[in-house]
């Protein structure tokens, strides 16, 4: 960014519980920004290991840190709330406690932002990575759609079936009003629910479960589209260990019960704002998942080999329940639309996604602007 072009501050935020093994490698990639005028916060939801004083090292070395504590431990959701209330910046950067941005991350989304006025966000590509036992990172992919501008109205349509939504969106940089609208909405929601919300939702929403689709989707509306840049990357970690795990032991997709569920769960965080805010969009909202479920149950059951218990822990009361709130119209639309729908993932997998290009593995992230070095090391 050039000398006489206009450096609003940012606040880069970073949200954690225990992560003292993990801490320094956002730290390290902030403070290396060639963006200077960054506010680096650091809230800590109650940590029992020795974050606090990992942070309040760093904290020493570069005063743009700055380190809170809760006095007990909050939850995700409201920690996000907590900490967007406190950045000072006039754009917000969320990171993960173990995840780092590229060097010149912050200076490149900055200049996208400045540019383009009638952005609600900037994403950048994810880069994402495996921690090894070894310590060393291997690359998994690198996602970004090959549109770099993408409509609200196509936002809308697509975020609740796209990575767009779930992955990029929520790692974006926001305006800090609009980063406090949507953190204090998913609060306030997961909160005090909607009634007829199973009560297990809110618990897991509170812990960050399906808190990404919604984020940009609060405020879109006021904006006309979104910019995607491929000029920089924010870098996502997995740990080894978990890599074959689930990302939760009440939504996952091992059987055709727990798939139902994943989809009820996801329809019911959206719905609140497709039913008040995007009503012309509802009736497409309404047939995907009305349809979309019982595809994937089928593709998932192949997958696994046709496996004679996989649709064990599917009832009846759970179809019903699934159902209870579609009308008879509906529920013959979605029937109808069923085959259409099953020929339509048919042909996205047999003809389409062979030529998507959204997903990289060929990068070479062993280079000083990750953050890497020639072993795959974190180096600062």
């Not at 963006?35 to 290991?49: E, G, M, P, Q």
Request: charged share 25%; with cysteine.
């Amino acid at each position: 960014m050039g000398n006489t072009a206009r450096q609003p501050l940012v606040s880069i935020v970073i949200t954690l519980y225990n992560g003292a093994r993990f801490i320094s490698w956002p730290l390290l990639s902030c403070m290396h920004q060639t963006y200077r005028n960054l506010d680096i916060l650091v809230l800590d939801d109650a940590s029992t290991d020795d974050t606090e004083a990992v942070v309040k090292q760093y904290a020493e070395q570069d005063k743009r840190i700055r380190y809170v504590r809760n006095e007990k431990n909050i939850g995700y959701a409201r920690s996000l709330h907590k900490v967007a209330w406190l950045a000072m910046g006039e754009y917000v950067q969320l990171l993960g406690a173990d995840d780092w941005l590229e060097r010149n991350y912050i200076e490149t989304v900055v200049e996208e932002f400045e540019k383009h006025p009638k952005a609600a966000c900037v994403a950048a590509e994810i880069i994402s990575l495996r921690i090894m036992p070894e310590g060393n990172f291997k690359l998994i992919d690198g996602y970004l759609p090959k549109k770099k501008t993408i409509s609200k109205d196509t936002f809308i349509r697509s975020v609740y079936r796209s990575d767009v939504g779930s992955t990029l969106t929520p790692l974006a940089l926001f305006r800090k009003e609009d980063f406090l609208e949507s953190a204090g909405f998913m609060k306030e929601m997961f909160e005090h629910p909607p009634q007829n919300v199973p009560p297990e939702l809110p618990a897991l929403q509170l812990k960050g479960h399906g808190t990404g689709d919604l984020f940009l989707l609060k405020t879109i509306h006021k904006y006309d589209y979104l910019i995607l840049t491929d000029k920089t990357a924010f870098m996502k970690t997995e740990h080894f260990e978990n890599a074959n795990k689930p990302h939760n032991l009440t939504i996952d997709w091992t059987s055709a019960g727990r798939i139902l569920r994943s989809y009820y769960y996801g329809r019911l965080g959206f719905e609140y704002l497709f039913r008040n805010a995007y009503r012309n969009f509802w009736a497409g909202f309404r047939l995907f998942f009305g349809t979309d479920p019982f595809v994937s149950i089928f593709v998932t059951f192949v997958k696994q080999n046709f496996k004679y218990d996989f649709f064990s822990d599917l009832k009846r009361e759970d179809m019903k329940t699934y159902f209870a709130d579609y009308s008879l119209f509906e529920k013959i639309v979605s029937a109808f639309f069923l085959p259409i729908h099953f020929m339509a993932r048919a042909a996205h997998f047999l003809f389409i996604r062979p030529l998507d290009t959204s997903r990289r593995h060929d990068i070479n992230v062993r280079q000083q602007g990750y953050f890497l070095d020639e072993a795959g090391r974190f180096q600062a």
